[in-house]
Structures are given as C-alpha cells and as structure tokens.
C-alpha cells in the first residue's frame, strides 16, 4: 500500500498573508492535485464555526480527509488545557479525523487528568496526535516517548506527530529519533530546514538538510505523512506543491 500524503494549508501561506484567502477556497485546488487529505491550521481561519462548516461541506463533496492542526498545548503546568474540549468541537464541525496538538507541560497522569482525557477521547470519533515542538523540554524523543508509555498504561489512544524539521531546532537528529519514536507515529510533517546566518530557516523539500526520502523509508507505508512547509507565491505555491507532491509519491 503507498502512503498517503496530504497537504498542511501552511503551504499556501503566503497566499493567507493578507487574511484574504479562506482555506475553504483551496479545497477543491487540494483535490485537484490528487491529494487525499488536507490539514487545515486553526490559525489561518477566518470566519470561525461558519467558515469550519462550509470547509467540511466542500471536503466531504471532493472526497478529501480532513485533519485538523491546532498551535496549543495538552497540558498547561501539568493540567488539561481547558481549550481541549473547544478544539475537539472543532475537529468534529470541520468533520476532521484527526486532532494535532503539541505536548506541553506534562508531569504524570493522575486518575483525575486520566479520566478527563478519556473522556475527551470517548466523546469525539477524532484521533488525537501530539507533535514535537521545537523546544528539548516538551519537544525531544525521550519526553515523548516517555509521554506515550504512561498514555498507554493509561489505556489512552494516543499517536504521535514526527515533525521531520523540528528536530534540528533541538539539535537532535532526525534518523536517530524516527527510530527511538517509530512505534508510536501516526503521522509525519514532512518539513525540511538548513541553517542560513540568519539561523535556522524552513527550506524546500530537497534543499535542506533533511534526506526526507530516507527519513520517510524509516516508517510503515501505513503511516500517512503531510507537505507542511511554505510553497512560495501565487502559481508558484501550486506549481512547487504540484512537483513535490508527484516527487514525493514516487518515491
């Protein structure tokens, strides 16, 4: 079976730049391309539960799977979020399968934060993913790994997101870590960086420092992974998207 690969609406983000351009109007675009799944970005929407409504309508008409990327934590100073309801709300007026937040501030789940996780979990159809930041205290292999060994005692369905870029931020190697953390990813980021004298900077899918066909073979073909990194300007972005896109699944 060949992987999936989807789109993270970040591809398009200079064309939501100006807060213009509604990520429901690049649906049917996604689609076109070939794409089985779009990640729409909290961040980027514009008209809240109308504008959520109208994206999980044009999905559904084109077929397209929907994850739903949200920039939060799970745990604020070792509690639950108290958004995490809010954002399980969305996923399911966005119609999304999927629920992508990153880790936070965890400290060890007491029988009170279990249950409410589980409860979240039980009410909503909506997997729940946490993905590597870009910090070592919230971010790094053994922090998550450790994360998803208590869930599982916990009898908690969690996956993992395996940003590729993000490890770099933490001097961590990204080879090293899709073998430490390969057991327990559900999804993929295929983002690729290089280091510039400006620092650390997101770069195009074979320009960075990333082998991102390698990294790739190192999860099950089951795993499904998202272009999530900027794809320049106007026909530009389409363009890069298009070519990547094709690259990528022949690999």
């Known amino acids: 079976m060949a992987r999936e690969i989807g ?20 649906v049917q675009e996604i689609k076109g ?21 109208e994206i999980a309508q044009r999905a559904s008409a084109s077929g397209l799977k929907v994850f739903y990327s949200v920039p939060a934590e799970l745990f604020t100073a070792g509690v639950l979020n108290a958004q995490m309801g809010n954002y399980f ?23 009170k934060l279990t249950e409410e996780v589980r409860q979240l979990l039980t009410a909503y159809p909506i997997r729940l993913t946490i993905e590597n930041d870009q910090s070592a205290e919230k971010g790094s292999p053994a922090v998550l790994m450790g994360f998803i060994a208590e869930a599982r005692k916990a009898s908690l369905d969690i996956g993992l ?31 690729n960086v290089a280091v510039t004298e400006n620092g650390i900077t997101l770069s195009g899918l074979e320009s960075g420092l990333v082998d991102m066909r390698r990294l790739l073979s ?22 890069t998207i298009s070519a990547d896109y094709k690259k990528i699944r022949s690999w």
Not at 90 to 110: D, I, M, Y
Not at 167 to 185: N, T
């Open 161 to 191: 997101t395996f940003d590729t870029g993000n490890f770099i931020y933490i001097d961590s190697d990204p080879f090293v870590a899709a073998k430490e953390m390969r057991d327990a990813v559900s999804y993929i980021h295929i983002k």
């Open 218 to 239: 190192l999860f099950p073909d089951s795993v499904p992974a998202s272009i999530e990194y900027p794809c320049g300007v106007g026909d530009e972005a389409t363009k």
């Open 7 to 26: 789109l993270n609406t970040l591809a398009y983000m200079h064309r939501f730049a100006d807060s213009k351009v509604e990520q429901k109007e690049i």
């Open 89 to 111: 709300e969305e996923a399911s007026l966005l119609g999304a399968v999927q629920l992508k937040v990153t880790l936070g501030e965890f400290r060890g789940f007491t029988a």
């Open 33 to 53: 391309m070939g794409f089985p799944i779009v990640e729409v970005r909290r961040e980027y929407i514009l008209s809240g539960k109308t504008e959520m409504k």
